[in-house]
């Protein structure tokens, strides 16, 4: 099993709608999160951080359940621009383990 | 600040042959990590340097590959010999760790084909 787990996709989805991805982690220890937004042939760049408290940042919202051990990404009103691979990064010990990667894909 | 600067941006080579990638981390940071992406196996982190001393090189996958980081300013990745399998995107990474929730720069990465 994969330390961070995140569904590939792709996630095909019109302008304008809502999408939400999801990742797990299993290491317990992990003690921040992050979600990075890499696009085709591109290296991956900090989107977001995640905070217990949830946290947003104008059409994304990223929140964590820690009993679940989960972490969730909704965005709001897509653009073709949000079209790229969403990257769950699960930071213990000083040490970042990323998912596999989400990829969406926004059709006009 | 120019970023993380990584070079080559393409590598291509006979397998055999000896591979050197290069990276200069953002000024001021004091950990840069080796990471390899492949379809199959995502972002896999290779090996870990802080204050230019390796931390965490668990991740490299057999000797073939050797990392040095001599000063603050530099460091290589070195497959000697190289394989087919090895063929992959090479990002360096940066981060200047003050505790819980450091965040990483990737250099623009260096597309690795070993025919």
């Known amino acids: 099993r994969k330390e961070v787990e995140q569904d590939p996709g792709p996630f095909n989805v019109p302008e304008g709608a809502t999408v939400a991805f999801n990742c797990t982690y299993s290491n317990s220890a992990s003690q921040s999160f992050f979600w990075y937004r890499q696009d085709c042939r591109k290296e991956p760049k900090l989107l977001m951080s995640v905070y217990s408290s949830g946290n947003e940042d104008g059409r994304f919202t990223a929140q964590l359940n820690r009993a679940s051990q989960y972490i969730s990404l909704l965005i709001r009103d897509s653009k073709l621009s949000d079209s790229a691979t969403y990257l769950c990064?699960?930071?213990?010990?000083?040490?970042?383990?990323f998912g596999g990667g989400t990829r969406l894909m926004v059709k006009p | 600040d120019a970023g993380v600067i990584q070079s080559p941006r393409h590598e291509v080579t006979e397998m055999g042959q000896e591979v050197t990638l290069r990276c200069k981390p953002i000024s001021g940071h004091n950990s840069l990590f080796w990471y390899r992406q492949t379809m199959m196996r995502g972002l896999e982190l290779l090996i870990y340097f802080n204050n230019n001393v390796p931390i965490d090189d668990s991740g490299m996958p057999e000797d073939r590959f050797s990392a040095k980081m001599p000063n603050a300013s530099f460091s290589t990745l070195k497959i000697q010999p190289s394989e087919p399998r090895d063929s992959a995107v090479y990002f360096c990474a940066s981060s200047f760790i003050s505790g819980v929730g450091e965040k990483l720069f990737f250099g623009s990465g260096t597309q690795l084909s070993v025919l």
């Open positions: 990064v699960a930071e213990a010990g000083n040490m970042l383990t």
